[in-house]
């Protein structure tokens, strides 16, 4: 079995999977090759797995025809049995090479098909976006496949690392800064959660306008700015809650790291967290956007040590019961083999 991937993708939670993903097949010994952007951070976790190849991949450039001419000799080469493709840039890309299962991956809704005009079946995080595509009339093939995460246990960062008190309540929030995720409302939050530190790690266009949020709020002295962290769970054990605040999430690895690292999770009702997770069992959700829900939810938790283990109790049991690597792997090898996932 010989997978090549094509992923054109930055850096978040989609790139954190593929990696993830890419690594468990390794392991299982499925014969991997990958196409990405140079000059990614997480080159190097690849590169184990299999040959990794650089390109950049644009719609309107010369180099869009070169890329082309090397990916046809790759595929001449390699002579793979499944293309995978991940998002929608990388699945413009998807060559109309008819000896390999072609597949592409979602990472969000679409908002229509034409990037997969060269696909033969489309993988979804969760059968709402599964829904979505069927809506605007897809016929070929069509799979849920969720997330896993590997996050594992490590030594947490110190908190002088982020001048931040040993003995201070800590919430992180996770992930790339655009409006969609929801930072705003978590900054807006801390306003009403009292004596706690704010962690946020990541970065994204959106930064320049929350560090203002911060500084017209008043909150520059309990919130932190971490930047982008390539091991972002070092920050993750450090805390002493996990929040997800997104408007809008189809599920995203950060949906499950803060249950893989043993902390009580904090989310909004957005798509994916509603699908995955259970108010008061595995976390606490309140309405996107709503801070003061956010806010509330935040203190019950800083007031209720036993509530918090009861959180990461639950989030152990459904990461174990419904998003375990061997499953999820187990089922890309079936749909690699046979084009289903039906076992």
């Known amino acids: 079995m010989k997978v090549l991937h094509i992923h054109f993708g930055k850096e978040g939670g989609a790139e954190r999977f593929f990696v993830n993903l890419a690594n468990s097949l390794h392991e299982r010994g499925i014969e991997q090759r990958m196409l990405i952007r140079p000059g990614r951070t997480w080159q190097k976790d690849l590169e184990k797995c299999g040959k990794v190849y650089l390109g950049i991949f644009r719609r309107i450039s010369l180099s869009r025809f070169w890329l082309s001419f090397r990916m046809w000799r790759i595929l001449r080469e390699y002579q793979p049995d ?146 982008w962290q390539t091991n972002a769970y070092a920050y993750i054990a450090a805390a002493d809650v996990f929040s997800i605040a997104s408007l809008h999430e189809p599920l995203g690895n950060v949906c499950l790291e803060g249950w893989a690292a043993g902390k009580p999770t904090v989310s909004s009702r957005a798509e994916g967290p509603s699908w995955a997770m259970t108010n008061e069992t595995d976390a606490l959700m309140y309405d996107p956007g709503d801070h003061d829900g956010l ?30 690597e061997k499953a999820i792997t187990d089922a890309y090898i079936r749909l690699f083999e046979t084009g289903s996932t039906a076992s």
């Open 82 to 227: 499944v293309i995978m493709t991940w998002q929608l840039r990388a699945s413009r890309f998807m060559p109309n090479y008819k000896k390999a299962r072609r597949i592409s991956r979602l990472g969000d809704y679409p908002e229509h098909l034409g990037y997969y005009r060269n696909s033969e079946i489309l993988v979804c995080l969760t059968p709402d976006v599964a829904e979505k595509v069927r809506s605007f009339g897809w016929k070929r093939g069509l799979e849920v496949i969720t997330n896993f995460t590997r996050a594992a246990p490590v030594s947490p960062v110190s908190r002088e690392r982020l001048q931040t008190p040993a003995d201070a309540f800590v919430v992180l929030g996770l992930g790339r800064f655009v409006p969609r995720k929801g930072f705003d409302t978590l900054i807006r939050a801390m306003t009403k959660a009292e004596n706690a530190y704010l962690w946020l790690v990541g970065d994204g266009p959106e930064r320049e306008n929350l560090e203002r949020l911060v500084d017209e709020l008043g909150l520059r002295s309990r919130v932190r700015f971490a930047g």
């Open 295 to 324: 806010a509330t939810a935040i203190r019950r938790l800083m007031d209720d040590p036993a509530l918090r283990q009861r959180l990461v109790d639950g989030g152990h049991r459904t990461l174990q019961e419904r998003f375990s």
